[in-house]
């Protein structure tokens, strides 16, 4: 039995987006598999991003909900999303960031994983092509991503007796999963952006209460070349690895 539209949410954390989410919505409104309901989480933007969220909500192919989450952070955004999502009926979630382009058949895939059993869905993240990344951009950051998950993989944080599968790599932006494993595995953590990768902190916590977690190399969205760009390869990579730069300036971490 398929899953009720009403019963696929979609989680959107957005702060101070209004230049940029316009087209995240766009992309969700062209996908093939229009069946499921938007949750966007506004984390206190001060510009129109409110403003735009609701004048595509007028005339969207699904329903739109608006959310406040006042204290600063993707994850926590993400969190207050997501348990919005359970409480009011949902039992399939997923999430991509404001910035970001889901490809066309990003919930229907993301539904056809969930669907076998799976868990938690784990996407690809690709650069952005309105954006006209360089070769070095299409290619060689993408490659130093996978290398670090390699290295991931093998840290003492990332291993142990105490998880069920193996660590793979997992975009904040592009994740699916079932809101039962959701509230098992304790969800997603309410840190500061500067604080830790919570998309990690959530595959971690999802790997200690299952086994049934893919890595969906066709689970495809586009995201920002933006961070990349403002700060350079070094520091951006240094950043994922455990915030081992962060700027000197705390409103420099979202980078607009």
């Known amino acids: 039995m398929s899953t009720p539209p009403d019963r696929i949410a979609v989680v959107v954390p957005a702060y101070d987006e209004a230049a940029s ?3 995240t919505l ?10 499921f309901r938007l949750i966007v989480v506004d984390n206190a933007s001060t510009d129109t991003t409110v403003d735009v969220v609701r004048r595509f909500a007028a005339t969207a192919p699904f329903p739109v909900e608006l959310v406040t989450e006042t204290e600063r952070g993707a994850g926590t ?18 999430r991509t960031d404001a910035d970001c382009l889901p490809s066309p058949d990003w919930v229907a895939t993301l539904r056809a994983y969930l669907g076998q059993g799976f868990d938690l869905v784990c996407g690809r993240s690709v650069p952005r092509h309105d954006e006209r990344p360089t070769w070095a951009e299409r ?27 193996p660590y793979v790599l997992v975009h904040g932006h592009n994740l699916a999963l ?20 919570e998309d990690v902190t959530l595959l971690n916590r999802a790997r200690r209460v299952t086994d049934r977690i893919a890595r969906a190399e066709d689970l495809i969205v586009e ?7 403002a ?25 607009r």
């Open 178 to 197: 079932t809101a039962d494993l959701y509230l098992r595995c304790g969800g997603t953590a309410r840190e500061a952006l500067e604080d830790g990768s």
């Open 77 to 94: 955004a993400a969190d207050t999303g997501f348990r919005h999502a359970i409480t009011t009926g949902a039992r399939l979630l997923a």
């Open 26 to 35: 766009a992309a969700l409104a062209r996908q093939t598999d229009t069946g």
């Open 139 to 165: 290619h060689v950051f993408p490659a130093a991503v996978r290398l670090a998950a390699v290295y991931g993989r093998y840290r003492a944080a990332h291993r142990g007796p105490g998880f069920r599968s």
């Open 21 to 23: 989410i316009g087209a």
């Open 231 to 255: 700060w350079g390869a070094r520091r951006t990579l240094l950043w994922y690895w455990d915030r081992r730069y962060r700027p000197p300036d705390a409103a420099q971490v979202h980078v």
């Open 223 to 229: 995201s920002s070349l933006r961070r990349l760009r």
